[in-house]
């Protein structure tokens, strides 16, 4: 065991095996071979661990650790997929889809959500837990459509738009409950105020952020002239 | 037992308005004392001492300082932590109204220490009233005496900021939610260099270590758990108020005897987050072993309703949440509505299951300590009184 080597040992669902150093449990893991769910993280951006859909147990840690943002150390010792780490997966996502509008058969993301396909892959239906949903304005855009009812608040649309294309248009504001994704000082997202990268739209792991369908075509005199009102949909 | 007054010792005796008074009194000796002796001999000497830090976690002071004196970077940075935002405490309040110039020589000697030209006191939103006071005083000490700038930075009234991460994102002009860790903030704290932030009570500790040496702390306080804790105590007491004891000492004694508690049904101990003690077991010892946490003690009398404790606690949790992750964001608020279902008895009995379940997920699956201490209430006095829970149950 040198130093110069860059790699550790670890002890990962009991077998015994290698990671790199300096990569995070859920790369170690996936280059052994165990898939990590994960929601906020992707693997364009830095690591949020807002979701907590990729906690492991690791030994001697009073708390489950997240895999996206937790380094593998030598010794480590993890359990991806122990009776305790899928309940806690499991009670996340039925928290997540408490909250969440149940119009999953109009969405335009419905069949490439990644949400729905977790919640599937966890084996959650129903939520147990039944409280408050968060309804907002459809916001559009001539490029994107806005809907922060079905948002999951997973930090992606804000990280892409700042990591990926260097823009910073989004912002996170209020909190607990009542926390939101923003433009600006809260304002509607109803003006081109940006251009058609669409870098949060592929992001966006739910039906949150959708392309407007008719973007491509010409804008009329009269739209071009007048602002034209909301169209709420949905 | 009576107080032991290390951390109170100047409260009521200096005046806090006067520089002259504090010097009078022996103030900055302990700091010029420090000065001659090398960094890593006062930190060895905190770190022998056994100080532990008295935010809540109870982490060896000395072994924090050590961190982030061999941690490299370009600053090092101290943060005192004065945003005292924990339901019910006042301790730390007492000590800035009282004692400002011996928090302040705390600081210096910390900066000494691990090598740090700055340092931040974080002052909580609602301490406004102080900030005139600190100021002068600060002003009146100046630079030069201390060895390094102190810089008063003002929160903004939210509760999570105490925590060491949100803090440093707040003081850094960001919104104020918790980072994930490791890194640490020994290695990578404020602005990402190496930080030590400690709680105004535990560098409170700092000057009478220095002065006294830490063969004589050590003989203060129980085994793991050296020196004295200060108590903010409130609730069904006939004298509430701030209470000086050493570690080791029954919960007893400080609320019955000294705070005057009659008829005690339980005593929540650290705050809202704190865990709940039922009368039964008021023998136990307060160390960071037992029950402890940032230092409120809240007694409760037979008249109060433990769903109604847990209940305002998770409202609470459910306001001051930062919203940054799941189970904490959208679990204070289910656990919020199953105790209120409960309390309009409308409640059933696998709301009650799912109360537990949701709790335990909360406390091991959260990002920080505000999410995963939120559910302490709610589990213990489902243990200790969990008949009222199942007398509300809807039949
Ligand atoms: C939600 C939350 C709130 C906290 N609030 C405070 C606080 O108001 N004051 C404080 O000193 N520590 C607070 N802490 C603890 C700090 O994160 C940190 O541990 C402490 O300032 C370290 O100092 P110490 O080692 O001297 O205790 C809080 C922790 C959490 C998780
Ligand atoms: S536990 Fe609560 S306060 Fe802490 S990061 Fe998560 S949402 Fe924010």
């Known amino acids: ?234 | 037992m009576p107080e032991c007054r290390i951390v109170l010792r100047n409260c009521g005796i200096v005046d806090p308005a006067s520089i002259e008074s504090y010097r009078a009194h022996g103030g900055f000796q302990a700091l010029r004392k420090a000065k001659q002796l090398t960094p890593d001999q006062v930190v060895q000497e905190v770190k022998r001492s056994g100080l532990r830090g008295r935010g809540g976690a109870g982490f060896p002071t000395g072994m924090k300082w050590e961190l982030a004196a061999r941690s490299p970077g370009e600053a090092h940075y101290v943060i005192c932590n004065a945003d005292e935002g924990e339901v019910g405490t006042f301790k730390d309040r007492y000590i800035l109204q009282n004692d400002p110039y011996g928090l302040f020589e705390g600081i210096a000697i910390a900066c000494h220490a691990i090598g740090a030209r700055t340092a931040y006191l974080y002052l909580r939103a609602e301490y406004h009233h102080l900030l005139g006071q600190l100021l002068r005083a600060l002003k009146e000490t100046g630079d030069a005496e201390l060895g390094c700038h102190i810089e008063v930075r003002e929160g903004a009234g939210a509760y999570v900021c105490g925590e060491e991460s949100a803090l440093m994102e707040s003081i850094e002009g960001k919104r104020g939610e918790a980072r994930y860790r490791p890194p640490f903030p020994p290695n990578h704290g404020l602005w990402q260099e190496p930080t030590v932030i400690n709680n105004v009570e535990t560098l409170m500790n700092i000057v009478p270590i220095i002065q006294n040496g830490a063969d004589w702390y050590k003989t203060i306080g129980s085994g793991p758990c050296p020196g004295t804790k200060a108590f903010s105590v409130t609730g069904d007491v006939e004298r509430p108020g701030v209470y000086e004891v050493p570690f080791g000492t029954a919960l007893a004694e400080l609320v019955v005897d000294l705070a005057g508690a009659v008829n005690v049904k339980a005593v929540q101990v650290g705050g809202a987050s704190g865990r709940v003690v039922p009368a039964a077991k008021l023998d136990t010892p307060l160390t960071f072993e037992t029950v402890l946490g940032a230092g409120a003690v809240v007694v409760l009398d037979a008249s109060r309703s433990m769903v109604e404790l847990a209940t305002q606690n998770v409202t609470f949790f459910a306001e001051e949440s930062c919203g940054k992750c799941v189970p904490c964001r959208e679990g204070n608020q289910i656990l919020l509505h199953l105790l209120t279902t409960l309390q309009q008895r409308s409640g059933k009995e696998q709301d009650i299951d799912a109360l537990r379940e949701l709790s335990e997920v909360m406390m091991i699956s959260c990002l920080c300590g505000l999410g995963q201490a939120a559910p302490n209430s709610v589990v213990d006095t489902l243990e200790h009184f969990g008949d009222e829970y199942y007398s509300m149950v809807r039949r």
């Open chain 1, 1 to 234: 065991m040198g130093v110069e080597t860059d790699v550790v040992d670890i002890i990962l669902n009991g077998k015994a095996v290698q990671a790199q150093s300096g990569t995070t449990i859920l790369q170690a893991a996936a280059a052994n071979g165990v898939a990590i769910p994960t929601l906020c993280f992707h693997r364009d951006l830095s690591p949020t661990g807002a979701c907590r859909m990729c906690v492991v147990e690791v030994a001697r840690s009073r708390t489950l650790v997240a895999s996206c943002h937790t380094l593998v150390t030598h010794g480590m010792v993890i359990e991806t997929h122990s009776a305790k780490v899928l309940r806690a997966r499991k009670v996340i996502m039925e928290l997540m889809m408490a909250s969440h509008p149940d119009f999953c058969l109009v969405c335009d993301k419905a069949n490439i959500c990644e949400m729905r396909a977790l919640s599937a892959e966890l084996g959650v239906g129903v939520p147990r837990f039944r409280a408050k949903k968060r309804f907002y304005q459809i916001e559009e855009n001539p490029y994107v459509i806005r809907d922060l009812s079905k948002c999951v608040l997973c930090y992606r649309c804000v990280k892409a738009c700042k990591e990926v294309k260097g823009a910073n248009l989004f912002s996170m504001a209020r909190r607990g409950f009542e926390m939101k994704v923003v433009v600006d000082d809260d304002a509607a997202l109803d003006k081109e105020v940006c251009r058609d990268c669409g870098i949060c739209i592929s992001h966006c792991p739910v039906g949150a952020l959708v392309w407007r369908p008719d973007r491509f075509r010409k804008p009329t005199d009269s739209a071009r002239t007048s602002c034209r009102p909301l169209v709420i949909k949905g």
